[in-house]
């Protein structure tokens, strides 16, 4: 039991677990495993991951661990939280334009562009987190590789025509094994944490 005064607990756990249920919706919407029509539970999901992903980077940031902690806000933030709210916006913003005598429904074509530079900014924390083992390092490229793809899938508009689609079903399956790395890194943290040993493995660092 903590005792008074102790510090706050890792938050990397739920973190971690977070991206895992995120991607994994991710993965859902862009494989088409999933119609449209459930878009609002889609959003849910979004929302809820970049909820838990904010908290645990101002927790981390609280604790001291400046990484783990702009990482994780900046994922929380940009990739789930934000993006669930254009959709609010893209859905049922179309009513307001119509009010104004202006026919169409918001696009999300923004969410690209700002996509490149957020796989710029998880692009540097590559060799980072290599320095703690080669699983997470590995776990964020192919994340990486997944956010350039989906950021170019989204900046052609809605319906992408021609290749574009098969590009955005490649993006979901590249940030479903991202996230099913990061899953297995959460497991192992908390084996490690609940058994006080290594339970399963996570790997050497790659860069010193």
Same mark, same amino acid.
């Given at each position: 039991m903590a005792q008074q005064g102790s510090t706050w607990g890792d938050p990397t756990m739920a973190g971690l677990f977070a991206v895992a249920a995120g991607n994994t919706a991710v993965w859902a919407i862009l494989t088409?495993? *999933?119609?449209?029509?459930?878009?609002? %539970?889609?959003?849910?999901?979004? /929302? @809820?991951?970049?909820?838990?992903?904010t908290i645990v980077g101002l927790i981390g940031?609280?604790?001291?661990?400046?990484?783990?902690?702009?990482?994780?806000?900046?994922f929380g933030v940009f990739f789930f939280a934000t993006p669930a709210l254009t959709y609010i916006f893209q859905f049922w913003g179309g009513m307001p334009l119509l009010a104004l005598g202006?026919?169409?429904?918001?696009?999300? *074509?923004?969410?690209?562009?700002?996509? %490149?530079i957020l796989g710029i900014v /998880? @692009?540097?924390?590559?060799?980072?987190?290599g320095r703690t083992s080669w699983t997470p390092s590995v776990a964020m490229l192919i994340m990486v590789i997944g956010i350039f793809l989906m950021a170019f899938y989204l900046m052609q508009g809605f319906p992408p025509m021609g290749i574009w689609p098969l590009i955005g079903k490649i993006?979901?399956?590249?940030?479903?094994?991202?996230?099913l790395i990061m899953l297995y890194i959460g497991m192992a943290v908390a084996l490690l944490t609940g058994f006080g040993r290594m339970i399963l493995p996570l790997g050497r660092p790659i860069f010193k």
């Open positions: 088409e495993r *999933i119609a449209i029509t459930d878009a609002s %539970i889609f959003i849910a999901w979004l /929302l @809820a991951a970049g909820l838990i992903l940031l609280r604790n001291g661990d400046t990484i783990n902690g702009v990482l994780n806000l900046c202006i026919p169409g429904i918001p696009t999300t *074509i923004v969410n690209g562009y700002v996509f %490149i /998880l @692009a540097t924390f590559v060799p980072i987190l993006a979901g399956w590249f940030l479903l094994i991202g996230g």
